[in-house]
């Protein structure tokens, strides 16, 4: 069936770097994307969404870019700090209704 | 003043036994869910209800019912429990009924032993 994905489970980033967290998505008539944090013992956290009639939306220090063509989704944090230290999920919908497909998350570690 | 909270935040039982675990949410929000997340973090909806009504039930097997006594709360009640139940269940509302921008509770541990 349709899934979401991510090309790396685990990214290891220098404090004061910037991260980039990859997401694949297989339904190409998914129209809305999204990006949750979950940190050790918490549930996850929204961080920022986009729908597919944009192609990129910032936010506070993140930016998720949406390249529809290759069906590939980002996240980008600037200057990482260690409260950035967390698991992060990429999920998508289609059609108003529809559930939240969740991608199986990466792992990011700030190196101090 | 927590917005999602579910209760308990650990239960450890033995096969067989019934249990229940308790959501309420304080956002005003029309649409609550419950999702379970494995040992490899992957989260995978369970069931999902618009004010009180059930419109979303994944194959989840019939030892599993969910019960939503008013829009703001969300009980999930699993009867002869077994070990592959373990996991970490959350609670989860969202304004519409249009599974975007979730709120999450803070889980609960459930390890059947």
């Known amino acids: 069936g349709e899934n979401v994905g991510l090309h790396l489970p685990t990214l290891s980033v220098q404090e004061g770097d910037n991260s980039i967290i990859n997401c694949a998505y297989s339904n190409s008539a998914s129209d809305y994307f999204i990006w949750y944090k979950q940190e050790s013992g918490k549930g996850p956290q929204f961080i920022i969404d986009?729908?597919?009639?944009?192609d990129k939306r910032q936010g506070q220090r993140v930016t998720v870019l949406l390249n529809k063509t290759v069906k590939h989704l980002s996240l980008q944090i600037a200057a990482t700090q260690p409260g950035d230290s967390a698991v992060y999920f990429c999920?998508?919908?289609?059609?108003?209704?529809?559930?939240?497909?969740f991608g199986g998350g990466t792992r990011v570690l700030v190196k101090p | 003043d927590t917005a999602v909270s579910q209760t308990p935040k650990y239960l450890v039982t033995q096969m067989g036994n019934d249990k229940s675990i308790k959501c309420e949410q304080n956002?005003?929000?029309?649409?609550m869910y419950w999702y379970k997340q494995d040992s490899k973090k992957f989260l995978k909806i369970m069931f999902s209800y618009n004010n009180k009504e059930l419109i979303i039930n994944e194959t989840v097997p019939n030892r599993f019912s969910p019960k939503s006594p008013d829009k703001a709360h969300l009980n999930l009640h699993i009867n002869s429990l077994e070990l592959g139940d373990s996991a970490v269940y959350f609670c989860?509302?969202?304004?519409?009924?249009?599974?975007?921008?979730?709120?999450f509770g803070s889980g609960t541990q459930l390890s059947v032993l």
């Open positions: 956002l005003g929000h029309d649409t």
């Open positions: 989860a509302s969202s304004r519409l009924a249009t599974n975007e921008k979730l709120f």
């Open positions: 999920a998508e919908s289609y059609a108003a209704g529809n559930k939240l497909t």
């Open positions: 986009i729908r597919s009639n944009m």
